[in-house]
C-alpha cells in the first residue's frame, strides 16, 4: 500500500520506496502540507502544521485569520482571502470580485491511475500506482476542487494535478489554475533551472533562493527555447551523489510558471501551473477544468537519484510510443544536406549511399509542398510539390524503399504562410487581434487551433498524405511562438482561453495521429528544442533536442536535457563541419560519440562529406547497434560536466544489473599534466571486477568508483573515447 490515511489524527501520507509525503487537515478543514523527504517508516504526525503556536488557527482565534493563512503550509492555497504569498487558484465570481477559500469535504483512494481529460498524463498499473482524491470545496461558490496526488512507488514519483468543477448556479471565471504548490522550510535552498536560447536549449542554471520571487516561465504558448517547465530546490552542497533534491516537472507544453518564493517566516513556497498571464477560463455551471500533471520527486542522494527517478518514470509511465523500447532506426535526414534546395533524384543519391554505408531511414524534411524553396511561403498547403518531387510521393518513397530504406517526412502542421493557398482562402483561420497586423516570425503565423475545423483541416492535410504512401516516421516541426492572441472563433468572454485551447488542439491533433497510425515513429521538434516536454512525450518517444548540432555546443544542451529526460527521447544527429551554427570543426568520431547519447542520426550530405569521414560511418552504424540498447534502457550518471569545469565532459550508461557500463568521455580544450586524467567513474558494483573491452585490464567496480579511471594518451582538443567495461 503506498496510500494511507490516518483518521484519527487526519493525516494522509503517500509512500514511495525511498520518500514520503504527507498532508494534514486543519480543524477547519484546510489541508496542510507536513513532511516531504526521505522515506519515514514510522507514524507520520501533525505537530509540524504548527497548529498550537501563535497565531492560532481561525477556529480558536478569528481575529487572527489573515496571519494564520499568510503563514500555514497550503497544499493548495486559493487568492484573495489573507495568503499573501503566491496563490495557485484565483477565481472571480459574477459580480467581478476575486476571493475563494477551500476545505476539505472526503477523500478517495484507489489502486490506479485515471486518466486527465484531453491532456497527456502518466499512467500505471493497478500494481505500479495508488492514488489518493481530496475533494474540497468552496461552500460559498459552490466550487469543487479535487487534489489528485499519485503515488509511483518504484520511480519514487508523487504527481499530482488539480481538477475544478463548478457545482453552482452562476459562472465563474478562472484566472488562475496552478496544478502544485509546495510549502516547506527555507533550508538554504538554491534552485536549479533550465535556460537558453534558440541553438542553446536546457543549460543548467543555479542560484540561491532569495527572499521574494523568483521563478523561470513561458507566455510564448509553447515551453519554449529560453526557459523549462523544470524546477528542483537542493540543499547546499548538492552534487550528483549527495545533497537532498525537490523537483518539479510540468507535463504540459504550453505558458507555464515555475516559482520559489521565499517569506518573510522564512518557508519556501514552490509552485508550478500553466502561466496566469493571458489565461482565464469560464467556467459554466456544471462544467470542469482540469488542470495538468506535475512530476514530483525527491531524493536524498543528489541530483544523479533525482535524475534516474524522472529517467525511469518517463520510460516506464509517461511514454506510450511502441518504439519506447525499439531500437530506433538510423535516420538520415536531408535539412543541413540541402536546405530548401532538393528534387527526387538528389534524396535518391542520399539514400544510395546512405543504404551503402548501413543507415535505415530517409528523412525529407522542409520544403517538399506547394511553392516552398524558402521559408517565407506554402505552410499550410500540404500538397506535394511535383516540379521538385517528379513522378510524385509514392513514387519517391517506393524508390526509397526498394533502395532498402525506410522513408519519414516532416510537417508543420500548426501554421499557416500568409502567402498560401490556404491563407488567401481563409485568413480568419490565423491566430489574430482584429484591426491589428499579426506579427510574423519566420514569415509564418498560427493557426487557430481553438477552430474546430481547423483542426479537421490539419489532422486531414497530414493524414491524407500518411495514407498515401509507406511512410514510417513524421517529424513535427513548429517554429514559431505565438503572439497577437485573438481568435474570431471565440467570442469576447472567451479570449483568454486561447493560448490553453491552443494546446489542447495541438494534443487532440497528435492523438488523433498516433490512434491512426499507431506504428508511426512520431518526433516532434520546435525550431529545434523548444517544445521539448513530458507532454509531447505522451505522443512522442522522442523530440529534436536543438538546432545545433556542433559536438561541442551539443554536451551542455545534452547534459541540461538529460538531466530529467532519458537519453532514448532526445534527438541527436552527427552534422557537417565547420558547423552551420557555429562554424566549429570537431573530429567525425567525436560528433559520432556525442549523437550516441540520444537517438542517434545524420544530417549531412553523405554525397559531398569527405570520404575519410564517410568511411567512419559503417563503424559508427556498429557501435550504434551494439550499444543502442543499453543506452535506450540503461541507468544514466553524469560524471563530469564541461559546463563546470570548462575543459571536459563524461557521463556513463550502466545496464539494470551493472554488467556492463560504456563510459563517454570528452576532451573539449587545454592540457592534461602528463596527458591523463582521473575521472571517478559511477554506475559499477562496487565488489565486482570489470574488464575493460578490447583491452586485458581488469578493474574493481570500488577502484574505478573511489579511486578513480586514467584516461590517458589525451592529445587534441575536441576529441572523443568511448570506453566498455563488462562484469567478469
Ligand atoms: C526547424 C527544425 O529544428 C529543423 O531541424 C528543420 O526541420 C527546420 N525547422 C525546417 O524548417
Known sequence: MAVYYDDKNKIFRLDTEKSTYVIGLSPEGYVGHIYYGARLYQEAAGYLLRMDEPPYTPSVNQREKSAFLDFFPMEYPTGGVGDYRESCFNVRNEKGCMGSEIFYVSHEVYKGKRGLEGLPASFGTEDEVETLEILCEDPILKLQVYLSYSAFEKENIITRSVRIVNMGVQTLKLEKVYSACLDMDDEKFRMLTLCG??????????????????????????????????????????????????????????????????????????????????????????????????????????????????HDFYRNHMIRSPYLHKKRPILINNWEATYFDFDTEKLLSIAREAKACGIEMLVMDDGWFGERNSDDSSLGDWTVNEKKLQGGLRHLVEEVNAI????????????????????????????????????????????????????????????????????????????????????????????????????????????????????????????????????????????????????????????????????????????????????????????????????????????????????????????????????????????????????????????????????????????????????????????????????????????????????SGLRGDYTSRLYHFIME
Request: charged share 20%.
Open 197 to 310: 536560447a534558440w541553438a542553446r536549449e536546457r543549460h543548467i542554471q543555479e542560484c540561491e533562493v532569495h527572499y521574494g520571487k523568483q521563478m523561470v516561465s513561458s507566455a510564448k504558448g509553447e515551453t519554449s527555447h529560453q526557459e523549462h517547465p523544470f524546477m528542483a530546490l537542493v540543499t547546499p552542497g548538492t552534487n550528483q551523489v549527495q545533497g537532498q533534491v525537490y523537483a518539479m516537472n510540468f507535463v504540459y507544453s504550453g505558458n507555464f510558471i515555475a516559482q520559489a518564493e521565499r517569506t518573510q517566516f522564512d518557508s519556501v513556497r514552490m509552485v508550478m501551473g500553466i502561466h496566469q498571464e493571458e489565461f482565464s477560463w469560464n467556467l459554466k455551471p456544471s462544467d470542469t477544468f482540469q488542470a495538468p500533471e506535475i512530476v514530483l520527486t525527491y531524493s536524498g542522494e543528489g541530483l544523479g537519484q533525482m535524475t534516474r527517478n524522472y
Open 404 to 711: 532498402g530504406l525506410d522513408f519519414g517526412i516532416w510537417f508543420e502542421p500548426e501554421m499557416i504562410s500568409p502567402n498560401s493557398e490556404l491563407y488567401r482562402r481563409h485568413p480568419e483561420w490565423a491566430i489574430q487581434i482584429p484591426g491589428r497586423e499579426p506579427t510574423q516570425s519566420r514569415s509564418q503565423l498560427v493557426l487557430d487551433l481553438s477552430r474546430p475545423e481547423v483542426l479537421d483541416y490539419v489532422y486531414e492535410s497530414v493524414a491524407v498524405i500518411l495514407r498515401s504512401a509507406n511512410i514510417s516516421y513524421v517529424k513535427w516541426d513548429m517554429n514559431r511562438q505565438l503572439s497577437d492572441m485573438g481568435s474570431t472563433y471565440l467570442d469576447k468572454d472567451s479570449q483568454q482561453e486561447l493560448f490553453h485551447r491552443y494546446v489542447l488542439g495541438v494534443y487532440a491533433l497528435q492523438e488523433r495521429l498516433v490512434t491512426e497510425f499507431p506504428n508511426l515513429l512520431l518526433e516532434n521538434c520546435s525550431g529545434g528544442g523548444a517544445r521539448f516536454d513530458p507532454g509531447m512525450l505522451y505522443y512522442s518517444p522522442q523530440i529534436w533536442c536543438s538546432d545545433d548540432t556542433d559536438a561541442i555546443e551539443r554536451l551542455m544542451i545534452q547534459e541540461g536535457t538529460a538531466l530529467v529526460y532519458p537519453l532514448s527521447t532526445m534527438g541527436a544527429h552527427i552534422s557537417d563541419c565547420p558547423n552551420h551554427s557555429v562554424g566549429r570543426s570537431t573530429p567525425f568520431e567525436t560528433r559520432g560519440h556525442v549523437a550516441l547519447a540520444g537517438t542517434f542520426g545524420y544530417e549531412l550530405d553523405i554525397t559531398k562529406i569527405s570520404e575519410q569521414d564517410r568511411r567512419m560511418i559503417p563503424e559508427q552504424v556498429r557501435m550504434y547497434h551494439k550499444y543502442h540498447e543499453l543506452i535506450r534502457e540503461g541507468d544514466y550518471y553524469r560524471i563530469a560536466s564541461y559546463r563546470e569545469n570548462h575543459t571536459h565532459d563524461c557521463w556513463a550508461v550502466s545496464s539494470r544489473d551493472k554488467k556492463e557500463v560504456l563510459v563517454t568521455y570528452v576532451h573539449v580544450l587545454g592540457n592534461v599534466i602528463a596527458h591523463s586524467r582521473k575521472i571517478k567513474l559511477q554506475g559499477f558494483r562496487p565488489e565486482a571486477r570489470y574488464c575493460l573491452e578490447g583491452t586485458d585490464l581488469v578493474f574493481t567496480g570500488e577502484m574505478l568508483m573511489q579511486g578513480g579511471f586514467l584516461i
